[in-house]
């Protein structure tokens, strides 16, 4: 069976504040991938990235920074120096053999 | 090119009402998908499709139907409305079952259940 975790419900910090999501994962496969979307208010899922289970280098994408560790079983993901605009929830998933699963998801709140 | 589009964006319904929420995909995708949304919860799978003619059972299926009898198409089917179903429809397509796809979705439909 496959689970996601995303043990932070909601998570608030005041602009340029960086913060950390957490996302550990279970999975019994070997070949996974992992993905992190964003929704904003409007409601949309906006894929963020992707990392397969056998590249665990790390990747920076502007404020955004991904840490992937297998041992622990975790994909937690920072944003930096924070902005109102990435007040959102943001979902860790998991996917084997194309289904995706989803953890609970983080509500991101940036105040000014 | 419009990806996956999703009608009605909102409706409520009675107790015990039917309706099918429309899904399209204009990019020629095999697998398509409907997950609901639960307030507080992440994204639920409810069925799937891997190409027309063939569906399958998700991990939330009671209560709803589905049909593919296009390539495009992917219609949900509530044939009993009850308020438990009162949730934010998402559908998804992407090109293949492989785990690496990033699958595209829809807007969403949110339906309210009286």
């Known amino acids: 069976a496959q689970k996601v975790t995303q043990a932070q419900t909601e998570i608030s910090v005041v602009e340029k504040e960086d913060v950390t999501l957490d996302c550990v994962y279970e999975?019994?496969?070997?070949?996974?991938?992992l993905f992190w979307y964003k929704q904003p208010p409007s409601g949309e899922l906006v894929f963020l990235i992707r990392?397969?289970?056998?590249?665990?280098q790390n990747e920076i994408s502007g404020r955004y920074s991904w840490n992937f560790q297998k041992s622990t079983s975790s994909f937690n993901f920072t944003i930096t120096a924070s902005q109102v605009v990435d007040s959102a929830v943001y979902f860790c998933?998991?996917?084997?053999?194309?289904?995706?699963?989803f953890g609970a998801g983080t509500q991101v709140v940036v105040t000014p | 090119n419009a990806g996956v589009t999703q009608t009605p964006k909102f409706r409520i319904l009675k107790i015990g009402q039917s309706m099918t929420l429309q899904c399209t995909q204009d990019?020629?995708?095999?697998?398509m998908y409907w997950y609901r949304q639960d307030p507080g919860m992440g994204l639920k799978l409810i069925y799937y499709?891997?190409?027309?003619?063939?569906?399958d059972k998700g991990e939330v299926p009671n209560g709803y139907n589905v049909s593919r009898s296009t390539t495009e198409d992917f219609p949900l089917r509530l044939e009993l409305a009850a308020p438990s179903q009162t949730s934010v429809y998402f559908c998804?397509?992407?090109?293949?079952?492989?785990?690496?796809?990033?699958?595209?979705f829809g807007a969403g439909s949110r339906l309210t259940v009286l």
């Open positions: 998804a397509s992407s090109s293949s079952s492989s785990g690496a796809n990033v699958l595209t």
């Open positions: 999975t019994r496969d070997t070949t996974y991938y």
């Open positions: 990392r397969n289970s056998f590249d665990e």
């Open positions: 998933a998991l996917n084997s053999w194309g289904k995706l699963q």
């Open positions: 990019m020629n995708h095999n697998y």
């Open positions: 499709s891997v190409g027309a003619g063939i569906t």
